[in-house]
């Protein structure tokens, strides 16, 4: 079956406001095997609000519009829809009811406006709203399929859920999506795709999405098919084929970030870090704090960004800083071991680096970052020259430090500084 | 003049991609005095580009479209186009010529596939693309105006600035768009728009928009004019009117971020500031430094997750820690006065809280965040208690803490501990 989803609202042609409804429906709709055909944007006028319902009736069976159901005379889409449809309009007592409670419920009366949200085309079927005023409705015509939903996605993503995606699957046999989602670190997409593309192109009834994010590279797997074991059997295929291609590159196969990952591994293996952060600022410390229950294995962190604090809070020798520089690979070693030491934790993270856009040189430009990763039998040490701006630089560094632990469990927990 | 966008691309109707360039187009058409009325997605198939097309064609005087002129047999936006305007398509040398160097610069043969990007219909103009192969073009047909533009960003921005806007405002006189944004903290969202609306509404030739963000709400005021004195006295009269309005809770009038608002005070009064967190990861000190030259007021910042590390690195006396929680204003007023002690610094920062979703307790629920701010002449403390997840509680924690500095320069840097 195909689709097309019209978003209705005139915020939505400003330069503030994108649509992102749409990439959950499509996602939804997928996972039915209804392929979205057409996205159209449309703003709070009758007329073009018509054209496009209009249009989009004569393409496809099912249609998925979202807002313009709000109280204000703005909100259109009822009236609109009703219209084109050669529908009446009828007042619906159960959601006048609803929407009275709704506000006796904070204490307010029903202002007279929003009894418009309670008019109901002939032969709809309203779709109950627990998080806002506006109902929803659900309309049959012949072989075609409407549903009219409100625009703010917390009111939207449950209604579809709840009550659009039961009628849809009453409908629906046959195909469904199954998907997968893997993701890599360390190289470019081009080489990513270069070496995994003889084994997507192997699988035509795959969709294979490769997609660049900061540090990472994620990979969309997407089957359409009535045969769940043959999609499992495909994915399997295919994710042996990547493990071949790209090896300890890949750092998720269920397209959990990197720092889930990592705190998965040190949980496990009931391990504890702390980091010595300068050009990443705290980054790092962040990144592994945003996991809940960080605290089992994150002891702390320190952002030294003077060359003195590097001394006070990790013991770098400031004649190493002296004789190296700040950046350099003696003295992500030294920050490494100093506050692995200092905190008595399994793991210690030495970052330093130019981020940028000041503070590069001919010998160590902008995007310099020497990462160094201690544990009680010795110490790794990455020296990496990423590009981007601030941000990006940034953000690669405290991914490499995150994948260097990720690294260390790979190999068995072996001595990282015994590896090649 | 009245204008439509259509991104062309199946990626953009899967769930991965949303178009984004239509946002960037709005603006600067906007910016022109030109209305975006609609916006369309459609995938990569002939038929539903042509309809897609024609029926914008028939609508509007001006279509910008973004994507489908790759090489791959794909890239259908030339053709269809050609097609719809009984234009036939002719190779044009001189692209053909550019795109050979292009490849050449790179030590490559150029593939015989990129000769489809080289292909013009009849009396369009091919709008040269430093950035990538390929080149976009501008087609007069008639009253009516297209340009087709590449896909990504980063080459279709340059694009557009470069070529296709002289283009348009040779067509184009009289309404330009003027804009402010201005941005609120420690408000919600419907408490600014009740305050501010009896102003915005006095100005109907002023669009607002009220956007809420973590931590902040964004008022984008958006005016088109001939008469650019005209704007900058509106502007002026509502700005005013929301000084008087929201008060100290305005902390940037041109659209800048809370960490670059502080980080202009602080290199403004020549002051250092450092940090002790504990609920917020190493946040604040992430985004103190993702500011550009951050190292000449940030010295340094510890993330003391365990109480250990809480009197380790900043002298929190462990039975201040027993006897009123780590989880206290105490505690945040020892965190801020031990870490600035201890670097040395103008101020030092103390946040401690629950960031959840595990940790609450009835007394100190999830949200419960303490944020204390010490300099030279004594100490201010803020308590808070935010709601939503983990993520939103702690940067709505840092935001607060970056805050309580811009207050304290607004007050002139009397000692914060004195202000009632």
Chains 1, 2 share one sequence.
């Not at 579809?160 to 699957?169: D, T, Y």
């Not at 190296?324 to 690979?329: E, L, M, T």
């Not at 040189?361 to 990763?373: N, Q």
Request: one cysteine or more; hydrophobic letters at 40%; charged letters at 25%.
């Amino acid at each position: 079956m195909k689709a097309e989803i019209i978003a209705v609202g005139s915020e939505l042609l400003t330069p503030d406001r994108v649509d992102t409804n749409s990439l959950f429906l499509t996602e939804e709709l997928n996972k039915l095997g209804i392929e979205v055909v057409r996205k159209t944007v449309v703003g709070d006028h009758r007329e073009l609000m018509a054209e496009a319902f209009r249009d989009a009736l004569n393409r496809v069976p099912l249609i998925i519009a979202c807002g313009g159901l709000g109280p204000t005379e703005d909100d259109l889409t009822r009236e609109t829809v009703a219209e084109l449809l050669g529908r009446k309009l009828r007042r619906n007592d159960e959601i006048v009811r609803t929407i009275e409670a709704r506000f006796r419920s904070f204490g307010r009366r029903m202002p007279e406006v929003n009894l418009r949200q309670a008019m109901v085309p002939e032969g709809a079927e309203p779709l109950e709203n627990p998080r806002g005023t506006a109902p929803g409705l659900w309309i049959q015509d012949g072989e075609r399929q409407i549903a009219l939903l409100p625009g703010p996605p917390r009111e939207l993503r449950p209604m579809f859920l709840e009550k659009v995606l039961p009628r849809l699957e009453r409908r629906i046999s046959g195909a469904r999506m199954y998907q997968r989602e893997i993701r890599v670190t360390g190289l470019g997409e081009s080489l990513v795709d270069e070496r995994i593309k003889p084994i997507y192109q192997r699988h035509p009834d795959v969709t294979t999405t490769v997609l660049a994010a900061p540090g990472e590279i994620q990979i969309h797997l997407r089957m359409w098919t009535a045969d769940r074991e043959h999609a499992e059997k495909t994915f399997a295929e295919i994710e042996q084929g990547f493990e071949i291609a790209l090896s300890d590159r890949i750092f998720s196969r269920d397209g959990s970030p990197m720092e889930e990952i990592v705190a998965r591994l040190l949980t496990a293996h009931s391990a504890t870090i702390a980091a010595a952060e300068s050009c990443t600022g705290g980054l790092l410390a962040e990144r592994l704090t945003s996991i809940a229950g960080s605290s089992t294995y994150f002891l702390g962190g320190v952002v030294c960004y003077s060359n003195e604090l590097k001394t006070v809070w990790a013991d770098v020798p400031p004649e190493l800083i002296l004789a190296k520089g700040a950046v350099s690979c003696e003295v992500a070693i030294a920050l490494a071991e100093g506050i692995r030491k200092r905190v008595g934790s399994t793991f210690g993270v030495g970052i330093t680096g130019v981020a940028g856009p000041g503070g590069g040189s001919e010998e160590k430009p902008v995007g310099t970052v020497h990462i160094a990763l201690a544990n009680s039998a010795g110490v790794k040490e990455r020296a990496a020259r990423f590009s981007g701006d601030r941000e990006l630089i940034r953000f690669q560094a405290s991914q490499l430090a995150l994948d260097m632990v990720r690294i260390h469990y790979l190999y068995d927990g072996k001595n990282p500084a015994k590896r090649a």
